[in-house]
């Protein structure tokens, strides 16, 4: 690692300086929601339904109020509803109440609220309210029949579908050799950040001013949705989102218990309510995902060109329409990336998103592509067998060339990365690929040795979508936009207030890395703030790796606007011409000349101090801020490969060695960089092997904790081997979004790695030994 | 941790808990260690009337060997039983 005060001359963009948030957070400061204390701090607890689908026929909290609890119900916020909203024709708009109303849709909604000293005595609060419940039928799978709406505008309970269409399906298959068709069911699981939601709401009522801690992705957003929920000026409500400890898309979205947290402090003035869900809440009531069914229909021919793709897919979308992002967040996503990185001209996918009585259904790092690049490499792994073409050559020849670029997909998507091949071949040189195939062979000829079985996928992913990108869904907003504040102090220091967030992705370091290369300052005399919307002008947030595209764009532009500034500021005090100016380490050069002629310091102090020595027509102060929006998206590409083992007798796998290689544009610190893909690959593993949130036929979660719930641990990750294939992208910094690509390869590795191994086809995740010993042993 | 209310009896030998466990009608748990009841008991999923624990309990955390066995208490900590020499 390079120390912080390394000479700034080199420039920190590309090195892996020191993280600006690593002190404080490997020394146990940091600040997360909950480590908040505030004085007169009240605690609230939520009971939730214990029913998948049942009306609510009485609520009895007079015990609990004359127990001294502060209990709030579904009618005391019957005014407030979460309704999420797009203009796709086929989208049913439906609500999600405060605490539930009248019913309640899946087991763990939120039906009440109790406030108390400490949270202890909030839980015994629920104990004494009483609630009756008349069930209703049960719907839990979203490719079976409905067995009563879940709501009643939806009779059939699709909440969305769509087709996505090119070219014609027919003459594809009518010129096929092979057809493949397959059904691909993948594993409901969740994001399961190392912290829970958390929130601390406080009204002041004499400021009319509501302020939220919370451990949001999104905080500007939050700031909107609550002030329009909330009816209040949008600038009496700050959101803060302090240290969060992890996100994955689970906290990019506004929870009813985020809300009924504010509208209790409104009732509540001057009293800081807080809640930190536990884990058993967050599998119960926190969104899940991926809970997905494909049935696959795709024509090659002879030498194992795709040449059509008919699909059918149906996300479990859950209870709810998730807010603001609505139902379409898996099922668009699916229809719209199935193809992936592969050439394809004839195209027919049908998606569909369907409500059933279980956890609402919202964004998990890599939206649904871990489980559409599972389907599409289940169906290339088949034809490869089938056709007697190797795994790697039939994806090779198949596969976007840069040639290609931009390559329109057949959902109209434009590609403009085109290096899956370089990636693939990068890969399969590094695993060795002949000499497994030699060994998988001598062991297939000889019996010595379990089966070796290889596993391979390609992906691209949409990353930092500007608005034309992010137009697909049709929400009442588009996403393409951050801004950043660049602030010169008078000392010459430099203070960022970025619009972007962190959940552990280092943001503070990459925004701090980019302005001090832009302005000529060193890194370590760059503070970066985040996550205050009382502080930063406006950022999205974080999801579909966009903060360092369109976060790390914006602290670029506003980085050149601040020097530009400086140096022409500069210019007058030197009586030099602006461009003979270079700034480095905060000097001030004449561009030549050995010596500086004047501080950054000494500019910034005539900035703010010493007006005298402004010149006529300058403005005092050294500050800038500006907005970036790429308007387009820039796709990574990616390719993953991995050698495993596998025990006959039990159906174990054991993972010999596992290789990503990733196209992430330029990388601007390669240990954060790697940090994000071993994470994502990580997360990856552990859907396609062990995490799956299971309910029974009446709607209870039967996988209520991580005794049940199994998640990998540094023992069941194996050693990543990462490489990099830098093509930088069409934006200021050449970047490509990298915090998801990792989730996209693991469920069709390891599938696809079996079906190497064994012939059995795996077409449900995930895969465990169980599931491996029955292919194996039941006909 | 949020467990339910429960009823905490510290018992002196084994045959308090077996007469504390026998009042409890089926209500009655030993506590131990309190590595599986503990996590149960903040769930909430497990709600005993009383809590016997068994802790001071004199003589339950020793070992003995002898007839070709090793004899170990309820009480012996994982610990103990790997520093154990003889």
Known sequence: ?779 | MKCPPFDYVRAGSVEEVVKVLAEADGEGKILAGGQSLVPVLALRLARPAVLVDINRIPGLDSMRRGGGALEVGALVRHNDLVEQTD
């Open chain 1, 1 to 779: 690692m390079t120390d912080a005060d390394q000479p700034a001359a080199t420039g920190s963009l590309g090195t892996s300086v020191r993280r600006k948030e690593d002190r404080r957070l490997v020394t146990g400061h940091g600040r997360f929601v909950s480590d908040l204390e505030l004085p007169r701090m009240r605690h609230v607890a939520f009971l939730r339904s214990p029913h998948g689908h049942a009306r609510i026929t009485g609520v009895d909290t007079s015990a609990a109020r004359e127990g001294g609890f502060r209990v709030f119900t579904g009618p005391d916020f019957a005014h407030v509803v979460l309704r999420a909203r797009s203009a796709l024709p086929s989208y049913v708009e439906t609500d999600q109440p405060v605490l539930a109303l009248g019913k309640v849709r899946f087991a763990g909604e939120p039906v009440a609220a109790v406030v108390a000293a400490d949270r202890y005595l909030a839980e015994d609060g629920l104990e004494l309210v009483d609630v009756e419940y008349e069930p209703l039928p049960v719907t839990v799978c979203a490719w079976a029949e409905p067995a009563e709406p879940v709501h009643v505008d939806a009779p059939d309970n699709v909440l969305l579908h769509r087709r996505f269409e090119a070219g014609s399906t027919a003459d594809g298959f009518a010129g096929a050799d092979l057809v493949v068709e397959r059904e691909l069911v993948t594993n409901r699981h969740c994001g399961s950040p190392l912290e829970c939601r958390a929130g601390v709401a406080l009204w002041d009522s004499a400021d009319g001013k509501l302020t939220f801690w919370n451990g949001t992705q999104v905080p500007h957003i939050v700031r909107n949705m609550i002030a329009e929920l909330l009816d209040l000026p949008e600038g009496k409500v700050r959101v803060i989102a302090p240290d969060v400890g992890g996100g994955f898309g689970v906290k990019s979205v506004l929870y009813p218990e985020d809300v009924a947290l504010c509208l209790m402090a409104r009732a509540m003035p001057g009293v800081p309510l807080k809640w930190v869900e536990d884990r058993a809440e967050h599998l119960l009531a926190a969104s899940h995902a991926r809970d997905h069914r494909y049935l696959m229909r795709a024509g090659f021919a002879a030498d194992g060109t795709l040449l059509a793709l008919e699909a059918d897919v149906t996300c479990n979308v859950g209870a709810y329409s998730v807010y603001p992002w609505t139902a379409g967040i898996e099922p668009l996503m699916a229809g719209g990336l199935l193809s992936g990185p592969y050439k394809l001209a004839n195209y027919l996918c049908a998606v569909r998103g369907v409500a059933t009585n279980t956890a609402p259904a919202g964004p998990y790092r890599g939206v649904a592509r871990p489980a559409t690049v599972f389907a599409m490499e289940a169906v290339f792994d088949e034809a490869a067998t089938r056709l007697g073409i190797d795994a790697a050559e039939i994806r090779r020849r198949n596969l976007i060339r840069p040639q290609d670029v931009p390559y329109r997909m057949p959902s109209r998507l434009v590609d403009d990365s085109g290096h899956y091949v370089e990636c693939l071949d990068r890969a399969l040189a590094a695993i060795g690929y002949p000499e497994l195939r030699a060994e998988q062979q001598r062991r297939r000829a000889t019996g010595g040795g379990p089966p070796i079985g290889i596993g391979i996928a390609v992906y691209n992913e949409l990353t930092g979508l500007g608005r034309a990108a992010s137009a697909g869904p049709r929400m009442p907003f588009r996403t393409g936009h951050d801004a950043c504040t660049v602030r010169v102090n008078p000392d010459g220091r430099v203070t960022v207030i970025s619009g972007v967030t962190s959940q552990g992705q280092g943001l503070e370091t990459t925004m701090a890395q980019v302005v001090a290369d832009v302005i000529g300052v060193r890194y370590s005399d760059v503070e970066v703030r985040i996550g205050d919307t009382d502080e930063a002008l406006w950022g999205f947030g974080a999801f579909s790796s966009r903060q360092a595209v369109i976060g790390g764009g914006a602290a670029h532009g506003t980085a050149v606007a601040v020097r530009e500034k400086m140096l022409a500021l500069a210019a007058e005090l030197l009586e030099a011409a602006e461009h003979d100016l270079d700034v480095q380490g905060g000097e001030i050069f004449v561009v030549g000349e050995p010596k500086p002629r004047i501080s950054l310091a000494e500019v910034a102090r005539v900035a703010y101090l010493e007006s005298n020595r402004l010149p006529e027509g300058f403005e005092p102060g050294l500050q800038a801020t500006k907005f970036f929006d790429p308007i387009r998206g820039a796709f990574a590409a990616g390719a993953q490969v991995a050698a495993i083992e596998v025990e006959r007798a039990t159906g174990q796998l054991s993972i010999l060695d596992y290789v990503c290689v990733e196209d992430a544009g330029r990388v601007m610190h390669p240990q954060i960089v790697d940090g994000q893909i071993a994470g994502a690959v990580a997360q990856g593993l552990g859907g396609a092997l062990y995490e799956h949130l299971i309910y029974d036929e009446d709607g209870n979660l039967s996988t209520g904790t991580l005794l049940d719930y199994l998640m990998p641990t540094s023992a069941e990750v194996p050693d990543l081997v990462i490489g990099h294939v830098a093509r930088p992208a069409a934006n200021p910094l050449g970047v490509r979004g990298v915090g998801e690509g990792g989730t996209l390869g693991p469920y069709a590795v390891l599938a696809g790695a079996v079906h190497d191994a064994l012939g059995v086809y795996l077409d449900t995740l995930p895969v465990s030994p169980a599931s491996v010993w029955k292919e194996l042993n039941e006909p």
